[in-house]
Each structure stands twice: as C-alpha cells, then as structure tokens.
C-alpha cells in the first residue's frame, strides 16, 4: 500500500539461518520495488460491518506524493456529510514512526496523532492509524516461515518484527506474497501471542503495468468486525503538487 496501508513487510528465515533471513528481506524488498510509484490517487468506498450485522458506509480520496518509506499522504472523507470533510495527513519516515494530524471541519482545528494512539481504531473502520502509514523496510526484521498456496497461487510467507527501535502496536505480521507477481495477499497481526487483525488483497489486477489489489478486507478478529476497502479511479504517477500535503493546506481542506 502502498496504497492506503501497506505493503507492509514480512520475512522468513529456517532453523535460524542468517542467510535464509537475508533472503526473505530481499522478498519483501522486491515487492516493494515492484509497487513503487512516485504518486498514487484514488477513490475509495469503506463498508463497514460491525459484529451485530450493522452495515455503514463511508468514501473518502486518497493522495500520496514520495518514494515508499518517505512519502506524505493524504486521506480525505467526502461522504456522509457527518463525516465529510474530515482528513487525515500522514508524513512518513525511513528511520521512525510516521506523523500523522487529523482536521475536523466541525471543530475546525487539526490534532496531531500521539504515538500511544496509533492504535485505536480510525474514525469506525477496522484500520488502526498505524495501519495507515507506511513502514521502511529497514524498521523490521524478517524471517522466512515457510510457502503455501492461496487460492491456487504459491506464496512466500513471511513474519516481520519491529526492531527494539521502532514502536508498533504488532509484535509480528506475517505476510503471504504471491510467488508470481510478488504482492502481498494476506496479512495477519499479532499483539504479544495473539492474533488480532487480519487483511486480505483481492481482485488484484496489473494498473499501469504495477499489480495492484482493488479490494482489501481487513478484519478486527477482538471486536469481530470488518471494513472492505473498495479502490475506484485509481492513477500512479499522476502529477501531484506538494503543497497539497502540508497543514495549512489541511486546514483549508484542499
């Protein structure tokens, strides 16, 4: 993602092996490379069920500017009216966590995202903020678990741990990647021992020659709900002034 969210990384490594370790970073690395893009835009639909059955629907765009790991995003709510205008700028970085300030047109100020709040849940959906900013591939370490089949397709799958550095609410993801194409499938994130969220790529389609997942499902298996992400009108590499993912362009809800 990485389109909202996340290509976030995963590795592997066998009884322990330096070298097999190094390998599953150069999977996650490859995948990454095969995803990037200098910009990205979008239309998306959030439809969020709750663990009663009770449906919600939201849609929002999204913008990003920047190489992965070192890019600003912004998402933006344009539909319900209670929830529109409401955005989220996200400014990621290589050697940390992201910065992240949300704008509430009702308030009509902007409140920066403390560190011990990435991971509550963002404005109803399933997707945590963390979940929403990118991760360098130099902020995990990554081990190869191992390959098995998805839908027909062979993948690698991966686990990734944050380095004692870096802070995260997952004390591990594990990633399947598609061995054809080299894009993540699956994902699931564990706190401590326990699986926690799991989100899932589909209907993944080749757009401007970059494979890219249309759909995403992410479940929060606590809470027993679920928000599919349903991409529309998406563009790489489409022109994208900077001084769109600034705070005072935030504020003027551009």
Same mark, same amino acid.
């Given at each position: 993602?990485?389109?909202? *969210? ?15 370790? @190094? ?7 490859? &995948? ?23 449906? &919600? ?15 600003? &995003?912004?998402?933006?709510?344009? @539909? ?47 997707? &945590? ?52 194409? =080299?894009? @993540?499938?699956?994902?699931?994130? =564990? @706190? ?36 599919? *992400? ?25």
């Amino acid at each position: 993602m990485n389109r909202v *969210l996340l290509v976030v990384s995963s590795a592997a490594c066998l009884f322990g092996m330096d070298l097999r370790g @190094a390998d599953a970073r150069q999977i996650v690395e490859e &995948s990454q490379k095969r995803q990037q893009s200098q910009s990205q835009r979008y239309e998306g639909v959030l439809e969020v069920t709750q663990a009663t059955g009770k449906k &919600s629907s939201k849609r929002w765009t999204y913008e990003r500017n920047g190489a992965f790991g070192e890019s600003k &995003s912004l998402l933006r709510f344009v @539909a319900p009216a209670e929830v529109k205008g409401v955005a989220l700028l996200i400014v990621n970085h290589p050697d940390r966590a992201s910065d992240q300030w949300m704008w509430t047109p009702e308030l009509a100020r902007d409140r920066r995202i403390a560190l011990q709040d990435r991971s509550t849940r963002f404005f109803g959906t399933d997707f &945590s903020f963390e979940d929403l900013e990118e991760r360098d591939l130099n902020q995990n370490d990554y081990t190869l678990l191992g390959e098995e089949a998805m839908e027909g397709k062979p993948c690698w799958k991966i686990e990734s741990k944050p380095k004692q550095t870096k802070s995260s609410q997952y004390a591990k993801v594990v990633t399947w990647i598609r061995q054809d194409i =080299y894009v @993540a499938v699956k994902m699931e994130m =564990y @706190a401590k021992n326990e699986l926690v969220r799991r989100l899932e790529y589909r209907k993944i389609e080749k757009m401007q020659n970059i494979w890219t997942p249309l759909e995403l499902e992410m479940a929060d298996l606590k809470k027993k709900s679920k928000t599919i *992400l349903k991409t529309e009108k998406l563009e790489y590499n489409t022109t994208l002034k900077p001084d769109r993912f600034t705070l005072d362009a935030l504020r003027r809800g551009e």
